[in-house]
Nanobody
Framework: VQLQASGGGLVQVGDSLRLLCTASGLTFSRYGMAWFRQAPGKEREFVSRISRSGSVTKYAESVKGRFTISRDNAKNMMYLQMNTLKPEDTAVYYC?????????????????WGQGTLVTVSS
């Protein structure tokens, strides 16, 4: 199983970025998926999750209304559209997969992790 996160970069406050998570070695549609992030010196935190079909989503309060999670099961891919980026969004972003259709919001709920992609929001 491999999860590959990509799309990070250096942007300015208010800009947008789209992160991608490419999955291989698993039946993607059978996994609940999520994005987490870890800022320098801080613990990893939940960002957003999506059910197997993509019909149900949830967001951390800090990103609600600015970020949109989605997935394309035919392409084995998950996305995170990030708009109106703020300096506090600076972090390494990780995609994660869970055997559960609707996994929780802690790292322990996920069974596979990508390597992370760095997002830096400059003011």
């Amino acid at each position: 199983v491999q999860l590959q996160a990509s799309g990070g970069g250096l942007v300015q406050v208010g800009d947008s970025l789209r992160l991608l998570c490419t999955a291989s070695g698993l039946t993607f549609s059978r996994y609940g998926m999520a994005w987490f992030r870890q800022a320098p010196g801080k613990e990893r935190e939940f960002v957003s999750r999506i059910s197997r079909s993509g019909s149900v989503t949830k967001y951390a309060e800090s990103v609600k209304g600015r970020f949109t999670i989605s997935r394309d099961n035919a392409k084995n891919m998950m996305y995170l559209q990030m708009n109106t980026l703020k300096p506090e969004d600076t972090a390494v972003y990780y995609c994660a997969a869970s055997f559960s259709n609707w996994p929780g919001m802690t790292s322990d709920d996920y069974h596979y992790w990508g390597q992370g992609t760095l997002v830096t929001v400059s003011s």
